[in-house]
Each structure stands twice: as C-alpha cells, then as structure tokens.
C-alpha cells in the first residue's frame, strides 16, 4: 500500500522546457523522505532530486564500521517501522536500504542522480537546475547537508596512522 504522487501529470511546462511542480525538495534522505511522505499523503504534486545513484548512498559511502547511535526503535521514518528488533543498533548498510525500501514503499518520486547546481528565484518562482534540466517550484525544500566529505585538519599528518 503505497501513497502516490501523480507527479509528471500535473507538472506543466511553462519556461523553457522547465518541469513544473508545486515543491521540489533537494535531498533524498531522511528529511527529504520525510518532506516528500507528508506532500504525497496530501496529494500535493512534487519531486525530490538526489545526487547519488541509489536513494542511501551517503549511508553506505562511510566507514565501514558505522552504526547508528540510536536503536531501530527510534530510527524509523513515520508510516513504516525501521525492519529491526526495537533495541538493535542499525548500521549504515541497513539504514541505507531502509531509506531506499522506504521511498519505493510510499512510491515517492525520486530522481536519483540529478546534482543540483543552482538554485534561485524568478519572480514568484524559483527555479533549480540540476542534471541538466531545469524546475520550476512555488516552493523549495532543501532538505541536504553538505558534511558528505571529511574535513581533515592539517595537523592529522602529525597524528599516529591508528588514529586517522
């Protein structure tokens, strides 16, 4: 049981060979999901843009050893349970698929792959541009962090390897 967007039937072309939509959310993730959930539950017509090729990538691009420092219990997005014993520490590979199993669960409609490389406003619109096409919102939800790369101070050289 899936809630549906109808998403390419009530975008509309309108500049330029923009797709149109009532809200665009930047971010496949827990928050984007989340956002895109809530829009879909009340018919609201929408898309979200992912960077990444699969919806989770930024989960299963860190180390290896990574798990969640919260039990399943907590680490569900509403309307779909985390698939885990209520005390289990999930690691990043699980949250990863979860996220994944949960978009395709509701339906939501993710371009996964669309980088996003300008946003900005136009009148009463904004427009994004991303993967080589352009979309037109009333609303933008940017739902993305940008701590996807390490920042490693210029002293970890002088650190002990076991450490970095």
Known sequence: MGIQSD???RGRHSIAGARRFETVIIGGGQA???VGYHLAKR???FVILEANERIGDSW???WDSL???TPACYDGL???PFPADDWAFPTKDEMADYLEAYAAHFGL?????VRVERLYKDGERFVVAAGGELFEAENVVVAMADFQRPLVPAFAGDLDPSIV
């Open 43 to 45: 018919g609201r017509p």
């Open 32 to 34: 984007g999901l989340s």
């Open 67 to 69: 798990r969640l420092f």
């Open 7 to 9: 998403v390419e039937g």
């Open 60 to 62: 299963r691009n860190r």
């Open 78 to 80: 509403e309307g779909l």
């Open 109 to 113: 409609p993710v371009r996964t792959g």
